[in-house]
Every structure is written in C-alpha cells, then in structure tokens.
C-alpha cells in the first residue's frame, strides 16, 4: 500500500510563471486536503475535496490558485502569475469516509516545496 | 475558531533525557479530536496518536505517552529517553469537525532536537 504522493517534490519559478502541482492520495481514500506550510509554521487548510466535489476553500486561496480532483482520484492545484509571497511547501493528505470528518486520520505526502524567484 | 499554541518553539536536549512538548488549544465545540504529528527533514508529516474530547485517559506507546487535560485545554506530549531518531519538529493540531469539514487546525511547531 503506498502512502500519499506528490509531484514535483521542488519546484523553482520565476514570478509571473504559472505552475501546477500533483497528488495521488491513497487509493481507497475519498477524501483530499491541501495545506500550505511556510517556514517556522505549521500547515494551513487551503482546499478539501470529497470524491470530485470541492466542499470547502480557505480565504488563504486567492482567485489565482485553484485545484481541481477530476474524477475523484488526484488532484491538482494550480497557481497562476506567482509572486514570491507564493513560496512555500504544498502538503497533501487524504483519508478514508469509514470515520467522521472530525475523527478521521488525514495521512500526508512529502509535500512539494515551491521557489518563486 | 479554533486555535492551537506550541509555546516551545524549539527544544534542545541530550539523547536519554525526557522531554515534554506544550500544547494548548481553544475550540468552542464540545466534541473535537486532538492529534500529534511528526515531520522529520524528508517533510513527510507522521501520524502519531488521535485522542477525542471525551476521553481524558492519558496513553503511553513505548517511549511516547500523552497527557490529555480537558480542564486546562492542553495536550502535552511526553518522549522519555529521547533518542536521536526523535530530532524532528511535532506539531499538535485540533479538529473540530461540525462545518469544519474535518479541517485540521495546527501549532506552529516545535523543533526537537536530541544530541547524541
């Protein structure tokens, strides 16, 4: 059983570029959450999905990011015309529906950690 | 809202010493679930232990045991014998659940060093 995936794991852009990055949750999982972690912090909730429904959207996800989970399995999340306020690591994490939204376990990736120059 | 304070940004002590990790919260919702994750260098955050608001019985797995104390909103997390392999930086994080969709509210971390 692999664990959650992402990809690219570093991601180096100039201001202005467009970038996109990919999760792969674990396969039985339905649920997907994306967090933003900068330096000295810990993680903040931009993005939940169940199955391919976007239920909820932090205030932290600016017009210029968006995600996106197709058919239910990975997702991806976007963000156009970067400023370097942008730099940060991406985290992913999925869980299962058997427990309740507050109980369930959220299992992370290794995160892609973005460079905006 | 939620909110969850580490106190003890960062950590410092000598392999076999005993070390215990501040975490405080607030939630206005009577039933919430607390959780204490790991990330070492590779970034990776490590489920550790989940512990529910109504129950306040404290939990010791090996060297780790976890001291859960509804009345001072705290969750402290206690390594005894530390070794090496513990440098990390943990994080407490709340989940309200309610509207929240499950959501995980997080401290700002803490970063454990332990020296050989």
């Known amino acids: 059983d692999t664990g959650v995936s992402q990809n690219p794991r570093h991601k180096i852009t100039k201001r202005g570029q467009n970038v996109t990055f990919r999760c792969d949750p674990i396969?039985?999982?339905?649920?997907l959450y994306w967090y933003r972690q900068t330096l000295g912090q810990g993680p903040e909730f931009l993005t939940y999905?169940?199955?391919?429904?976007?239920?909820?959207k932090s205030r932290l996800l600016s017009d210029r990011f968006s995600a996106e989970r197709p058919k239910g399995s990975f997702s991806t999340l976007e963000i156009q015309r970067t400023e370097q306020g942008d730099s940060a690591m991406y985290l992913c994490?999925?869980?299962?529906?058997?427990?309740?939204?507050?109980?369930?376990?959220?299992?992370f990736g290794a995160g892609t950690r973005l460079s905006v120059l | 809202a939620q909110k969850v304070t580490q106190a003890q940004t960062e950590i410092s002590v000598v392999e076999k010493e005993d070390v215990t990790l501040d975490c405080v919260y607030e939630?206005?919702?009577?039933?919430?679930?607390l959780f204490w994750y790991k990330q070492p260098p590779s970034g990776e955050l490590v489920f550790l232990i989940r512990?529910?608001?109504?129950?306040?019985q404290n939990e010791i797995s090996g060297r780790y045991s976890w001291n859960f104390q509804k009345s001072t909103s705290s969750f402290n997390f206690t390594i005894t014998a530390s070794q090496v392999v513990d440098s990390a930086v943990y994080f407490c994080?709340?989940?309200?659940?309610?509207?929240?969709?499950?959501?995980?509210?997080f401290g700002q971390g803490t970063i454990l060093t332990v020296h050989p």
């Open positions: 512990r529910n608001s109504f129950d306040e």
């Open positions: 939630t206005r919702d009577t039933t919430y679930y």
């Open positions: 999905f169940q199955n391919e429904a976007q239920l909820e």
């Open positions: 994080a709340l989940n309200a659940g309610g509207t929240s969709y499950g959501k995980l509210t």
């Open positions: 396969s039985e999982h339905n649920r």
């Open positions: 994490a999925s869980s299962s529906s058997e427990e309740s939204e507050a109980k369930n376990i959220q299992y």
